[in-house]
């Protein structure tokens, strides 16, 4: 069972559920054949956006399904890019806030 929690963007409320291993493979290319194919088709990358979206949103509330014609409907491109960020680092597959800035050295003088 994927877990859920609920996240606000711009005053909008969302339940999202943390992606299933299943939905993982789905999303995400095993083999480097497989990534670098991918890397040429950004349209390809585009659609697993949607996808991934449409799995979270769909497993946390079954009773109220996404697709893509309703993510397109009801979403701006600010809320599309932080629900996908959010469901990343939900499931584990993004950097948590922070990681990877450079962190502040004092000087000493």
């Not at 995400?28 to 040429?40: G, I, N, R, S, V």
């Not at 697993?48 to 509330?61: E, G, M, W």
Request: with cysteine; hydrophobic share 35%; charged share 30%.
């Amino acid at each position: 069972m994927a877990r859920t929690k609920e996240v606000e963007i711009y005053g909008q409320k969302f339940v999202i559920a943390s992606l299933t291993l299943d939905q993982v493979e789905q999303l995400f290319p095993a083999t480097k054949e497989e990534q670098d194919k991918l890397k040429e088709n950004p349209l390809g990358q585009a659609e697993r956006v949607y996808q991934c979206i449409s799995f979270s949103l769909s497993t946390a509330r079954p009773d109220d399904p996404w697709d893509k014609a309703r993510i397109k409907r009801e979403l701006d491109m600010v809320t599309f890019g932080e629900l996908h960020l959010a469901i990343l680092r939900l499931s584990g597959l993004a950097p948590e806030e922070g990681a990877g800035e450079p962190r502040a050295t004092p000087s000493i003088h």
